[in-house]
């Protein structure tokens, strides 16, 4: 199956910092990737879709500017967090679907960002 | 945008019995439909999917049906086992390439040795 890595697998950071989480497929190429924000018990959320070479489109109640991506090349994403605070503090897992797959999504392992 | 409802929220089978969980959707256009497995602190895992073309599906354990008319669809899991003890979400979408997914609330699913 297809592989999606996420670095770094924990982040603890003070607030005020920007936290950058990078997101992978390892092998096939992504146009689009997926950012997901999970908090305790609870599902998943889709903050945003990362288009390769354009603007992400954000979801009804996410901050783009406070929630940056970037999807420079067809197998990286990016999502800054910035200024993070407390709040922020949650599971963020990416996801990809490779064009072979017929439309299964395949989910990096997830970031725990704590924000202190 | 679609709305996505999975009953009941949590479950608890002994061990050997089935486990079923339905998941209702809004969206008429959905026409792929999966089942993800998450254990504490991992990536959703899938586990199971149907296409709209599809009314049943099994492999090994687990099976999905599927009822496009009532706009539900359901994850059966038979000789469950303890492993089989997770959160499972669905997650219906429209066409598959770049469309979303809207995952359901979860499902808490305790076997009980």
């Known amino acids: 199956g297809a592989v999606v890595s996420q670095h770094p697998s924990w982040v603890i950071c003070k607030s005020g910092t920007s936290v950058k989480i990078e997101c992978r497929s390892l092998?096939?190429?992504?146009?689009?990737m997926f950012w997901y924000r999970q908090f305790p018990k609870q599902s998943l959320m889709l903050m945003a879709t990362?288009?390769?070479?354009?603007?992400?489109?954000?979801e009804q109640g996410v901050e783009k500017d406070k929630f940056l991506i970037n999807h420079a090349s067809l197998t990286l994403s990016t999502l800054t967090v910035t200024s993070a605070h407390p709040e922020d503090s949650s599971f963020y897992i990416c996801?990809?679907?490779?064009?072979?797959?017929?439309?299964?999504?395949?989910f990096g392992p997830g970031t725990r960002l704590t924000v202190l | 945008g679609e709305n996505v409802e999975q009953h009941p929220s949590t479950l608890s089978v002994q061990e050997g019995d089935s486990a079923v969980i339905k998941c209702t959707y809004s969206?008429?256009?959905?026409?792929?439909f999966p089942w993800y497995k998450q254990e504490l602190g991992k990536r959703p895992q899938l586990i199971i999917d149907?296409?709209?073309?599809?009314g049943e599906k099994k492999d090994q354990r687990i099976a999905v049906t599927l009822n496009k008319t009532a706009k539900h669809f359901s994850l059966h899991i038979t000789e469950t086992q303890p492993e089989d003890s997770a959160v499972y979400f669905c997650?219906?979408?429209?066409?598959?390439?770049?469309?979303?997914?809207?995952f359901g609330t979860g499902t808490r699913l305790t076997i009980i040795p």
């Open positions: 997650a219906p979408r429209g066409n598959f390439g770049n469309e979303k997914l809207t």
């Open positions: 092998d096939f190429q992504a146009t689009t």
């Open positions: 969206d008429s256009a959905s026409n792929y």
């Open positions: 996801s990809a679907s490779p064009s072979t797959s017929g439309g299964r999504e395949f």
């Open positions: 149907i296409r709209s073309n599809v």
């Open positions: 990362s288009n390769e070479g354009s603007k992400a489109t954000y």
